[in-house]
């Protein structure tokens, strides 16, 4: 049986102490980190690739990167599958908590609400149906057996709403533009190419590598690689689209091997401006429906938790209870970055806050050491979680090390901080 998983003869007891247990889990930042790492990866992917290689004009790489940096697409619709393969360990259920205790979600908080929903792009192969119409009206929708979630943004107002369930989750964009480019749904290409953008530097080889077809259009295929050793990422390519320097493809390969960490794309694309009416939105009737700013407010209150910051960005997993501007979590000493390019690694104190392991942290204790890999150095001992692409470090006391690199390098930076 898969930890921590139940069967008909479980006794009240023993739920209430698996509860404890995954509301424990739920809090502990190597989960946490891992998916929110994951989903800010997706949140650069636009695209999957069909067959064929068209003769196109020859490009540089820079010509290529202005391509992107240049294109103005304002209006499209389509249909995009994204598949995500971290090798996340089997926690027999426990993921689900996982998640929803990344996205700030407790039991009382609306099952529309994109902060959580979304999350669950971080694995598996999922169908998307995208529309964007300028900067003020987005539209996703993810396409469950039989049932659908959708996210709505139509000027002010942001809508989700879960069919299964029948419940709307609203909220409000800020008349801030920042702010309401935080508020949309990860739908716009020029925001994907951004993205991408950011990792190119000193430390990264960058080069085109032909041409492909992606959703019947003609692109060019971009590649990133690091140049450093050490990194968990073995490439990154982007098809951009020829005529309008649009991503239409992101696929993330692991310097391990095997099968692309991140593979998504346009299964269909069209540059026409949408119809105003997929963008409308009234909540069906019966449906429960929650407001943003009372989203959250029964868990807390009955917790005694300082109440949580409702995320702008379905990605974002907003700021723990107790930290202050600057500050790591719990209100410890602020995230640092050591090294630079690929191999960066975020590091921060907990306080004395390390993860409960061995006899000492009793039957969690136990479970926890069944995640990671014990490691020992310099800086004394601590438990490594590893994914395909991130690995963080946790040392025993309180220390956290994060980052797309491997574990003898999160090894050595610990060391080093000793």
Do not use: C
Request: proline share 6%; hydrophobic share 35%; no cysteine.
């Amino acid at each position: 049986m898969a930890p921590y998983a139940s069967d008909d003869s479980t006794t009240a007891g023993e739920v209430d102490e698996q509860r404890s247990v995954r509301r424990k889990a739920a809090r502990y930042i190597v989960p946490v980190t891992v998916v929110g790492v994951a989903a800010a990866t997706i949140g650069l992917v636009p695209a999957l690739a069909d067959s064929g290689d068209p003769d196109l004009p020859k490009i540089t790489a820079q010509q290529l990167i202005e391509k992107i940096a240049k294109s103005d697409v304002q209006q499209l619709s389509g249909t995009v599958k994204i598949s995500t393969d971290l090798g996340l360990p089997d926690l027999g259920g426990l993921e689900s908590g996982l998640l929803s205790g990344a996205a700030g979600q407790g039991e009382g908080d609306s099952s529309a609400d994109p902060t959580a929903k979304l999350t669950e792009l971080a694995s598996g192969t999922h169908t998307l149906r995208v529309a964007a119409d300028g900067p003020d009206k987005q539209k996703l929708s993810l396409l469950e057996n039989a049932a659908e979630y959708s996210l709505i943004h139509n000027g002010k107002d942001v809508w989700g709403y879960d069919s299964k369930s029948n419940e709307v989750y609203h909220g409000t964009s800020s008349e801030s533009p920042e702010h309401g480019k935080d508020q949309q749904p990860p739908a716009m290409p020029k925001d994907f190419a951004e993205e991408a953008l950011k990792a190119v530097d000193d430390t990264t080889s960058v080069t085109v590598d032909g041409t492909a077809q992606v959703a019947g259009r003609d692109a060019y295929k971009l590649v990133v690689e690091p140049k450093q050793s050490g990194s968990t990422v073995g490439a990154i390519t982007v098809a951009v689209d020829a005529q309008t320097g649009t991503p239409l493809k992101f696929t993330l390969t692991p310097a391990g091997g095997g099968p692309a960490v991140v593979d998504a794309g346009f299964t269909k694309v069209s540059f026409a401006r949408p119809a105003a009416s997929t963008f409308d939105f009234t909540p069906p009737k019966g449906a429960k429906v929650t407001e943003e700013k009372d989203a959250g407010k029964a868990d807390d209150k009955a917790s005694g938790e300082t109440p949580r910051k409702t995320p702008g960005k379905p990605f974002d997993l907003g700021e723990a209870p107790g930290r202050e501007a600057g500050k790591g979590a719990g209100g410890h000493d602020g995230m640092k970055t050591i090294g630079e390019g690929w191999t960066a690694i975020a590091t921060f104190d907990t306080g004395g806050e390390g993860m409960p392991s061995g006899e000492a942290g009793g039957e969690f204790g136990g479970f926890i050491d069944s995640l990671g890999d014990k490691v020992h150095g310099r800086f004394g001992s601590g438990t490594v979680f590893s994914t395909r692409l991130v690995n963080a470090l946790v040392t025993d006391d309180g220390k956290v090390y994060a980052g797309l690199v491997t574990k003898d390098a999160l090894v050595k930076a610990a060391d080093a901080g000793k």
